[in-house]
């Protein structure tokens, strides 16, 4: 054992948990172990100036590093404005290890704030240290919980007189978690005896195809089978975007999506949740006389909002090369030629849908009107090296860009997750940090850049050189689709105008990064963007392109 005080067990800890970085900005609560940050070289602090920003770059470099982040903030005022974000990883299931310092433990009749509690409806697991014995084992568990799956961000209150008291303590980190759970073999013959006589079925798969490194089997299972592919919260590459079963991205707000669910005679969704969306809609999205075969490792999403004819805990890698496997063997020649069959058609279906893309593309611009968000995106997709992350948050804008880019290759591309705004800075810089081989790339709505847009500081202040490509179309666009969707599901006419959805005052954000210290650009021609964007990533400094795009519906 180790007779150490607590700050010091704390920073040993994080050592051993393999951390190297720190997101934070302090404050009085975690002087003790600010006192003593230049002692641990290792472990690099970045420092923001606005706690969403921490969050955001935890999430970036979670997403690209595979490691768990750590954030630190400051007692109740500095950790809601990271839980404003939290709550998203919290939907998602990133880890990530957040705590704030808290008043010493003493000062109960003075009072103070229970920030444990108050993390708690937006952490996986959330906790209080108020004694230093306390420290290695809450720290290991907080990221033994965050890496567990279903993952997810845990929290940990650290009561001030812990920092600085002494201890006998064992400095033990959190072990690798392994998933090996599997179907059993009938529930898989089950599964194959319904997919194979099927006439319309579909994969829809999300985030944990990647999280469990499942997309080969994914691809596999799909093509043996002969099911068009769909995503659904789906914000790193589930699915090679270039394959010709792939269909897209499912929002069950659209009347393309809904139909697409309901013409399938079997669904078999994984690693996602089934269905999602904002907006209440009456009934089920699954017809009566459809099979929905659900397998997720995160077991609070099964039968969660559908009724499921079949739900399977297990491994999206593991199940899928079973099913795959038992498909493989089963399928007789008269199965097999309407597998191609389906894949033919899908093909037919994925080309047109390019097709139409590349006509929206090249929509004539009107005298005097802004680039369409279309054509700035596919130029931006063209100019972007081959070792490069992008990270959409481009709210409206982001399924456009997918669709540009059709990510196929792992890392090179990741989405916001859930519905808060303000990820897409601290995101893009935490990619870098995450994976430095590669140039970061943030497209960024330009209302979710002003949340989070004291970020340009850090970018400067810790010299990450990201490019944070700013969609400004001087509105909230989203809100305004959102209207829409809004009016047309409550039978509404459509709207005559929009309340408080446009930027009258201009938000000049290549002025603002000047401010922060780093490179701001404007552009206002497509023909401009592919050398401003290799140029700006040539030079090895962060900057902002701010796209003067057109932002009408």
Same mark, same amino acid.
């Given at each position: ?81 990271g839980l404003s974000l939290m709550i998203d990883q919290l939907y998602s299931g990133t880890p990530m290890v957040m705590t704030a310092g808290n008043k010493d433990i003493r ?95 579909? %994969?829809?798969? *999300?985030?944990?195809?990647?999280? #469990?490194?499942?997309?080969?089997? @994914?691809? +596999?299972? =799909?093509? !043996? ?19 010709? %079963?792939?269909? *897209?991205?499912?929002?069950?707000? #659209?009347?393309?999506?809904?139909? @697409?669910? +309901?013409? =399938?005679? !079997? ?36 039968? +969660? ?246 932002g009408s519906i």
């Amino acid at each position: 054992m180790t007779n150490i005080s607590g700050k010091h067990a704390l920073l040993k800890m994080l050592q051993k948990e393999g951390v190297n970085y720190m997101f934070g900005n302090p404050g009085t609560s975690e002087a003790p172990m600010m006192a003593i940050m230049n002692e641990y070289p290792s472990i690099e602090y970045v420092l923001v100036l606005q706690e969403g920003v921490a969050v955001g770059l935890a999430e970036g470099y979670a997403r690209a590093s595979k490691k768990i982040p750590f954030v630190s903030l400051h007692i109740d005022n500095g950790m809601a404005n990271g839980l404003s974000l939290m709550i998203d990883q919290l939907y998602s299931g990133t880890p990530m290890v957040m705590t704030a310092g808290n008043k010493d433990i003493r000062k109960m009749a003075a009072g103070r704030s229970d920030l444990a509690d108050m993390a708690r409806p937006f952490a996986k697991w959330s906790t209080e240290i108020t004694h230093a014995e306390q420290v290695p084992s809450v720290i290991r568990r907080a990221f033994q919980e965050a890496k567990t799956p279903p993952t997810g961000p845990t929290f940990i209150s650290m009561s001030q007189n812990a920092f600085d008291d002494v201890a006998d303590v064992n400095l033990i980190p959190s072990s690798d978690v392994h998933i090996s759970t599997n179907i059993d073999d009938k529930t898989s013959e089950e599964i194959c005896d319904i997919i194979m006589p099927s006439k319309k079925p579909i %994969l829809i798969v *999300g985030d944990r195809i990647s999280q #469990t490194n499942a997309v080969d089997e @994914a691809i +596999k299972l =799909a093509e !043996v089978a002969g099911m068009r592919v769909y995503g659904h919260n789906s914000s790193e590459v589930n699915f090679p975007a270039n394959h010709p %079963l792939w269909q *897209g991205n499912l929002n069950m707000r #659209t009347i393309e999506a809904v139909t @697409a669910v +309901k013409n =399938a005679d !079997v669904i078999l969704a994984v690693g996602c949740p089934v269905f999602e969306d904002f907006f209440f809609q009456k009934g089920e999205f699954v017809s009566s006389n459809t099979k929905l075969i659900h397998i997720d490792i995160n077991n609070n999403e099964i039968g +969660k909002s559908e009724p499921t004819d079949i739900g399977i805990i297990a491994s999206p890698k593991n199940a899928m090369k079973k099913l795959f496997e038992n498909l493989e063997s089963l399928m007789t020649g008269p199965y097999r030629e309407a597998s191609s069959f389906r894949t033919i058609e899908a093909k037919y279906e994925s080309d047109t849908r390019k097709e139409n893309h590349k006509n929206l593309i090249n929509q004539k611009m009107k005298n005097g009107q802004a680039m369409s968000p279309a054509k700035m995106l596919d130029e931006l997709a063209k100019a972007l090296p081959e070792q490069s992350s992008v990270f959409n948050d481009g709210v409206s804008s982001s399924q456009l860009l997918f669709e540009s880019m059709l990510p196929s290759k792992k890392g090179s591309y990741y989405g916001c997750r859930g519905q808060a705004i303000g990820w897409g800075i601290g995101a893009t810089m935490g990619m870098k940090l995450g994976d430095p081989s590669k140039a970061a790339v943030g497209v960024i709505g330009d209302g979710s850049a002003i949340m989070t847009i004291q970020g340009l500081w850090t970018a400067a202040n810790s010299k990450i050189p990201s490019i944070f490509v700013i969609c400004n179309n001087s509105s909230y666009r989203v809100l305004k689709i959102n209207m829409n969707h809004y009016h047309r599901l409550n039978n509404f006419e459509p709207p005559k105008s929009y309340f408080a959805m446009d930027f009258h005052h201009e938000i000049n954000f290549a002025e603002q990064a000047k401010a922060y210290g780093i490179n701001g650009i404007r552009i206002e021609n497509p023909a401009d963007i592919n050398r401003t964007l290799n140029k700006a990533i040539d030079s090895g400094e962060p900057t902002v392109i701010d796209m003067i795009i057109d932002g009408s519906i």
